[in-house]
């Protein structure tokens, strides 16, 4: 091979980081840059300009992906909690809880973040609201500002580890495709598959534990810096124990039966993300009616006992029942699906009559703003996904495939080394680019060569286990400075007291435990594959 294609690759790569750092749009930088090293390809003879005729079916194969309809429907199920006061209800039973503690305002927020994480997977919501709402009562109760920023950003970042997540729900789909391109590169024509759900199953034990190292944080930093995270004062924790945990119980209510419905449902193989997503979507909507509506009624209770009773039944259900038993579960799931629909429609029209906003500062309802976040959160993502699949189709005609293929190969140190230097570059490009850029632009390129290599003699790498390291690494982006999401979410609501600065100081402790996370894996594979081979035996 000659050095001009390894030279365009090289400059073709370096210019879409450039110009994604000055801040141009992210799908036209893809797409642009692309196409324009494509004609200088052409121009120097080493691509061929047919190969762009496939750029349309591509397209076709994105918009008819079955995993990636799941997309919006979190987004909308993110949102519509978002909007619907569930954070807010969650935060306050926690701090009662914990409040009196040292430290206990900010392992409040871990857990609220943690709950919201297996709800929703949103982090700009997370982060926005827990900013809103945690970080002033923290800087009152005289809380070290750089620790609350960080407990704040790192909490809302769980979201992108722990299912359901977008992030999981794309780097699935990626991994999917990279994995089937493998095995066909080593001749294995009737290829295993590896699914959105198997990532899902592998992420949540890493994620727990991820959990657990930030509270174990909290709880040491509170018990060597008593001055930097005291405990809250009585008028703050003035409810007895038994009212607290009854307010705690029923603002758990709702959450944990979402988790169940959509999550719960993914792991015990009942249903698809996408299909998940869709009840959970159905499911925020029947929570919006019943947190925004002033009585709370049971009708909303009540169907979403109906919901959870309908996916049991699903499991359970069996053609060949007797007779009699299969009548009487018909006519059941017949008189739950009328309820959840009664539920549904009640959800609809009190999000439809509640506003987000003030009405006199331009408030429009709640269902009309989450249905526009919704379109716009998922326009981006998909733009985006179509600018990075025309780099990769550009990318690989010039040979860039072939090439980083080799590099890998050959590098001392073999498969360590390969792993190594694709976290690392992960996790540099996370201090500058978005993890959708990451994804798009890295995984396609280097997991179907990883997916072949050995991490031991006569052993593949294992696809969950490669999916989960990058989702966990891809979660640094977020916290990493000088572009982090989640800094800006929080630099945009925090008060002027905080400087960006506190902001930064306080998640580098978060990126270490992260990092930790990360060896954690590498050590300790079983981690991530250890679920997944429980549940669907893979």
């Not at 857990?111 to 297996?118: I, Q, R, S």
């Not at 008028?235 to 719960?264: C, H, K, Q």
């Not at 390129?445 to 999916?467: D, F, R, S, T, Y």
Request: proline share 5%; with cysteine; net charge negative.
């Amino acid at each position: 091979m000659s050095n001009l294609p390894i030279l365009l690759c090289i400059l073709m790569f370096a210019s879409v980081c450039g110009v994604l750092i000055l801040g141009f749009p992210v799908a036209f930088t893809l797409a642009g840059i692309a196409t324009l090293f494509a004609f200088l390809g052409a121009l120097f003879g080493v691509f061929d300009l047919g190969l762009l005729l496939a750029f349309p079916q591509r397209i076709f194969a994105v918009m008819s992906s079955e995993v990636l309809v799941a997309v919006p429907l979190f987004v909308f199920l993110g949102v519509m909690l978002e909007r619907s006061k569930v954070a807010e209800d969650l935060l306050g039973a926690m701090s009662l809880i914990f409040g009196a503690r040292p430290g206990g305002l900010a392992i409040s927020v871990t857990l609220v973040g943690m709950l919201l994480a297996a709800s929703t997977g949103i982090v700009g919501a997370t982060v926005v609201t827990m900013g809103l709402l945690a970080l002033p009562t923290m800087l009152n109760a005289s809380y070290n500002r750089a620790f609350s920023c960080g407990t704040i950003c790192a909490a809302g970042t769980l979201g992108q580890i722990i299912p359901p997540s977008i992030v999981l729900v794309i780097l699935g789909d990626q991994i999917s495709i990279a994995y089937q391109n493998a095995q066909y590169t080593k001749g294995i024509f009737a290829p295993d598959t590896v699914s959105v759900n198997d990532l899902f199953a592998g992420a949540l034990i890493p994620g727990l534990v991820l959990v657990l190292l930030y509270l174990a944080y909290q709880a040491a930093y509170a018990l060597l810096n008593p001055a930097g995270a005291p405990a809250a004062t009585a008028v703050e924790v003035e409810m007895d124990t038994a009212t607290s945990l009854r307010r705690l119980v029923g603002s758990l209510f709702a959450p944990l039966l979402l988790i169940v419905a959509v999550l719960g449902s993914i792991l015990a193989g009942i249903a698809s993300p996408t299909e998940a997503a869709a009840v959970g979507a159905v499911g925020a909507l029947m929570l919006a009616g019943y947190r925004l509506s002033a009585s709370r009624g049971a009708a909303i209770t009540l169907a979403a006992l109906c919901l959870v009773f309908l996916l049991v039944l699903t499991v359970f259900f069996d053609l060949r029942m007797q007779r009699d038993v299969l009548e009487l579960s018909n006519q059941a799931a017949f008189a739950c699906a009328v309820l959840l629909a009664v539920g549904l429609i009640y959800g609809i029209w009190i999000s439809l009559r509640r506003t987000y906003g003030a009405r006199d500062e331009g408030g429009v309802p709640v269902l009309v703003s989450v249905m526009r976040s919704t379109l716009q959160i998922s326009a981006m993502i998909f733009v985006i996904l179509i600018g990075a699949t025309m780099f990769s189709l550009v990318f690989r005609g010039l040979g860039g495939d072939r090439i980083i293929e080799e590099f890998l190969q050959t590098l001392p140190g073999g498969t360590l080394a390969a792993v190594l230097l694709v976290m690392t570059v992960m996790f540099v490009m996370g201090f500058f680019l978005d993890f959708l850029e990451i994804v798009f632009i890295v995984v396609p390129i280097v997991a179907p060569i990883m997916l072949q290599m050995e991490i031991a003699p006569g052993e593949l790498m294992h696809p969950v286990w490669l999916g989960v390291m990058m989702g966990i690494n891809i979660q640094t982006s977020f916290l990493t400075p000088p572009f982090g999401f989640a800094l800006f979410y929080l630099r945009g609501v925090a008060p002027d007291a905080i400087g960006t600065s506190d902001i930064y100081k306080g998640v580098v402790p978060f990126i270490g435990l992260q990092l930790c996370v990360l060896v954690a894996l590498w050590l300790a594979p079983e981690l991530a594959t250890w679920l997944p081979t429980m549940l669907y035996g893979r």
